[in-house]
């Protein structure tokens, strides 16, 4: 119950910063915001349902099928670096995670619908269609059994995924001198708007949520959009202008074809 509230009230609070933050000083005009919250809203409920429906459920068997079972245990490490640990090799496998989203193309329909959206705020944060939520969660599941991470670093980590993918997703713009030194080592606004470009190229890179290390390290981070940031065009890669215009476009999407260069 308190992992509950402190995912709940850490969320609704980062949230509403962001929101009053982009509100105060936005970086584009977001000409759409309606629609596109309504789609965004919609889906993180739909979302957040299945959550509260599966989670118990992964959870319970992970706790029934070991109690001492994992890396980490057989390690013997003392907690701060198991935590610690914890931390970033979830983030690393995140990072893949969202590589084969864009590589696998039957995992590609699903992930396309978080790119569908043609303007960027903190909403597109939370849309993401009810069946990567779900696989996701079986991926983590997965990771967290496996490598024995213990209940207090895994809800860190969803905190504070959820929070940095919340925060660069906002529609602002940070002083220069913060946005190149934070970019070292957290994904940035800067650096998200550009995975979220019509360039296929462009989508192709800037795969962290959190940490920066890893696009570093597995030489995908681009620090600037190809013909700049005042070119870059949002929205669903491969496609000029393809945007979907109702909630039954957005949640039929993977299981429709779909022609390129709309
Ligand atoms: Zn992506």
Redesign the pocket.
Known sequence: MIDFTVRVGVFFLVFSTLVLWQWLSPRAMLLQWRQRWWHNMSLFALGALCVRVIQPLLLSVIAFSSSEFGLFWWLDLPFWAVFLFSILLLDCLIYWQ?RL??RIPLLWRI?RV??SDPELDVSSAVRFHPVEIVLSLFFKGLAVWLLGVPVAAVLAFDVLLNASAMFNHTNVRLPVIIETWLKKLLVTPDMHRI?HSRVSLEANSNFGFFLSIWDALFRTKRNDALEGDEHLKIGLPDTKTYQPTSLKDVLVMPFTVFKKHR
Do not use: A, T, Y
């Open positions: 969202h989203f864009h992930h978080h790119h995975h």
